[in-house]
């Protein structure tokens, strides 16, 4: 009897565990993660590579959070392994300031679902809880920082990496642990509806901005408690979209996804990003989520990528329903995962994989590969061994220090792009200002898309009136976004009369609201019917890059007063400024600033800040000139025969209250490359930053080059009087181009350096032979 009794709880072991060597932390991630892929069923295996919703797992009742039936129903008979968006609060999601998770409720629920997977599941493997991260943690209470577009305006990777490092903190505060950013997709066409979410038109600012972004969140070393593990999006060339659509289809050649598509997700990944998501079109007549080619033989072959791939939300359902180069789910989801994706978000198709594998058209190890890539990265972070949070760190999401943080990047990004004399306005003198229009005093329509509902937030409205006190201002909207209703101007006008000066805040919105529709990929349903202000944001293409509704008649009229009129554009893209750039004053892009936006805008307006933000991209001055980026291979264009080719304003471009003199330049070579110095002058009587910008041109080459692409800059304070020398480091691999031959290569020959204070304003040069 005894022994039988012995033979029955091995048996019980056995089934329950078996081998459990893969228990022991001294061994390394990935060998932990192979040995415990043998203890695991085909169904606990696919689990691992499903990702639902997060935010239909629980409920909440005032203060009280409850696991939803759906949640035990994904544990126990799907074997979930990862979540998305538990967190999230939106109008998509249905979660509002009443039925979300504020940072305690958030940290206490991501506990409990833990502890629910260790004491229900047969191997107790820890949940990854991944979540939206562009411009902070899309969650109540967290920071929000300016978006991308705002981001890459301040020219300053450094501070990029500590606003990285907060985002982390915050995600991992609340007991997540996968962020999605940073987008990394390189902007053709500003039309198209994710422009915000992006750092421009340059691959290599581009590249800058998101190795600073996944090195702040510490992605590198995921045992760093207040590390976060990057997805970087979307791969690839999803801002190459024909005609600005989203989603839409690109013929790009290898040539151009190598030179201009691809570098920032390689510098990414260099950086320490352990994840990558796929893109919803196809490049060349191949969807993303299905190309080998790319996802496999590049990604991983070539540039030696051991994380996982993740699918865009219901891409793999998009192979068939949108692309057609599949029959139905299951053919879809054979290809995505042959293709090199290792997990289906939210999607059901991976779900198919089991029979699948037991009709012999998938073999079991290709599963086995991609469970492997996820559970390495568990052991790594030490999910294992500690997959709760300290729920007191909640407190410390949304801290001063951060929302000082968003204050710094908000002021950093503010781009100044025209000034009559009119800016700084001063405070001393000052009596009346009227704030006028449709995002003075709107907070969603200045935070961006990819927004949790919040209540810490100020506008443009609110920060004149701290700084001047409220019976010095008066606001009046004017007018709506879309809206075609003119009842306000009139009082628009009046106030402006009554006023020394007029801040006419317009622009676009990607703020949803409740009654806004969604597509399956969560992106909004674009709507032309002007019932609220969304323009912008997933979804929501442009046509034209027109200031919509009654908003320019709003700004005529407020002209017509004969008062100083400051026009502030707070938009996702570059809107239409053609009247403003003529009749404006001044002229501010103030992008989405974030939750600090609103005293951001006020400190640049009354001089408390010297602007000194820079266009991360071309302003165009019809969209017939699209694509008019500035490092279009030769030939230059021509003009039109209705209009010149020159755009608005150039990339690069942005004033401030100094003026800053060039001088000295000198190229060295070291080694690897060149040493490149120069002296920048502060001719004014007032500190300032310059955004010193280095250029690189290939005038003879075997393929056709840009006239000029940068290689190098730096945002440097100067203060009154005085001059600072810059220095650039230039590696030879940045002259590098891809040969006829479809390889890298560096060619000997001439190359001249440019130095400039944007990519049309070139003060030195200096030519060098290789």
Request: glycine share 10%; aromatic share 8%; with cysteine.
């Amino acid at each position: 009897m005894k022994q039988l009794l012995i033979l029955l709880a091995a048996g019980v072991l056995a089934a329950c565990g078996g081998d459990d060597k893969w228990r022991d932390a001294s061994l390394a991630p990935r060998q932990r993660a192979a040995l415990l892929v043998r203890e695991m069923t085909l169904d606990e295996k696919l689990g691992q590579l499903r990702s639902p919703y997060g935010w239909e797992m629980y409920s909440r009742t005032g203060d009280t959070v409850q696991l939803t039936e759906a949640f035990r129903k994904a544990v126990c008979e799907e074997h979930i392994g990862m979540l998305w968006g538990t967190f999230r609060a939106d109008p998509w999601t249905q979660k509002d300031l009443r039925t979300g998770l504020t940072p305690l409720t958030g940290a206490r629920l991501a506990n409990r679902m833990q502890r629910y997977v260790v004491e229900h599941s047969r191997l107790g493997i820890p949940l990854f809880l991944a979540e939206e991260a562009p411009h902070g943690h899309m969650a109540i209470g967290a920071t929000v920082f300016p978006t991308a577009l705002g981001q890459a305006a301040t020219w300053d990777p450094r501070l990029i990496e500590r606003m990285g490092a907060a985002i982390a903190s915050e995600i991992r505060a609340q007991g997540g642990h996968i962020a999605y950013g940073p987008v990394l997709d390189v902007v053709r066409d500003p039309r198209w509806s994710r422009t915000e979410e992006c750092y421009g038109e340059d691959p290599f600012l581009t590249a800058a901005m998101g190795r600073a972004f996944v090195t702040g969140l510490g992605s590198q070393d995921l045992s760093g408690p207040g590390h976060a593990l990057s997805t970087l999006k979307h791969f690839i060339a999803y801002g190459a979209s024909e005609g600005g659509q989203n989603g839409g289809s690109n013929s790009l050649g290898r040539r151009e996804l190598r030179e201009t598509y691809l570098p920032p997700f390689r510098a990414a990944l260099e950086a320490g990003a352990r994840s990558v998501m796929t893109a919803y079109n196809s490049v060349d007549g191949v969807p993303c989520t299905a190309n080998r080619r790319l996802l496999t033989d590049l990604l991983r072959g070539e540039w030696g990528f051991e994380g996982f791939v993740i699918s865009d939300l219901v891409s793999i359902e998009g192979l068939y329903e949108t692309h057609g180069v599949a029959a139905d789910k299951s053919e879809a989801a054979a290809k995505a995962l042959r293709a090199g994706v290792d997990v289906d978000l939210r999607g059901d198709a991976f779900a198919t994989l089991r029979s699948a594998v037991e009709e012999g058209l998938i073999p079991e190890r290709e599963i086995d590969r991609a469970v492997c890539r996820v559970l390495a990265l568990k052991f790594e972070m030490g999910l294992f061994e500690n997959p709760y949070v300290d729920e007191t760190l909640a407190a410390g999401v949304g801290s001063e220090e951060h929302t000082q943080l968003a204050l710094d990047a908000a002021r950093e990004s503010i781009t100044l792009l025209e000034n009559r004399g009119v800016l700084p306005l001063d405070p001393a003198s000052l009596g009346r200002v009227a704030v006028v229009g449709p995002n003075a005093d709107n907070i969603y329509n200045q935070l961006g898309d990819y927004t949790a509902r919040q209540t810490a937030a100020n506008t443009v409205r609110d920060g004149l009136e701290r700084a001047l006190g409220r019976e010095r201002v008066e606001y009046v909207r004017g007018c709506g976004i879309r809206d075609e209703e003119r009842s306000g101007i009139a009082a628009a006008v009046a106030a402006a009369r009554r006023s020394d000066a007029v801040v006419a805040v317009v622009g676009g919105s990607s703020a949803r609201d409740f009654g806004t529709e969604f597509l399956a990929t969560g992106a909004a349903r674009a709507d032309s019917r002007p019932v609220n202000d969304m323009e912008c944001g997933e979804g929501n293409d442009r046509a034209t890059l027109s200031l919509l509704g009654a908003q320019e008649e709003l700004l005529r009229a407020l002209k017509a007063t004969g008062k100083p009129l400051v026009v502030v554009y707070v938009a996702g893209r570059p809107l239409d400024m053609t009247w403003a750039t003529a009749h404006a004053d001044a002229l501010v892009a103030a992008w989405y600033p974030g939750q600090r936006g609103g005293d951001a805008v006020a400190d640049v307006l009354l001089g408390r800040v010297n602007p000194a933000g820079r266009l991360p991209l071309t302003v165009p001055r019809s969209v017939g000139q699209l694509p008019v980026h500035y490092n279009r291979r030769r030939p230059a264009n021509h003009d039109y025969t209705d209009q010149t080719a020159a755009p608005l304003y150039p990339f690069g471009y942005g004033l401030s209250y100094s003026s800053f003199e060039y001088t000295g330049l000198e190229v060295l070579p070291c080694e690897d490359g060149f040493r490149i110095s120069c002296s920048v002058r502060n001719t004014s009587r007032r500190a300032g930053d310059e955004v010193v910008q280095l250029y690189v041109s290939d005038p003879v080459a075997s393929t056709v080059r840009p006239l000029r692409q940068l290689c190098a800059f730096e945002r440097v304070t100067i203060p009154a009087g005085e001059t600072r020398t810059v220095v650039f480091v230039v590696g030879r691999e940045q002259l590098a181009l891809v040969g006829v031959d479809g390889q890298w290569c560096v060619e000997p020959g001439t190359y001249e350096f440019q130095i400039g204070s944007s990519s049309a304003e070139i003060k030195l040069k200096k030519s060098i032979e290789l």
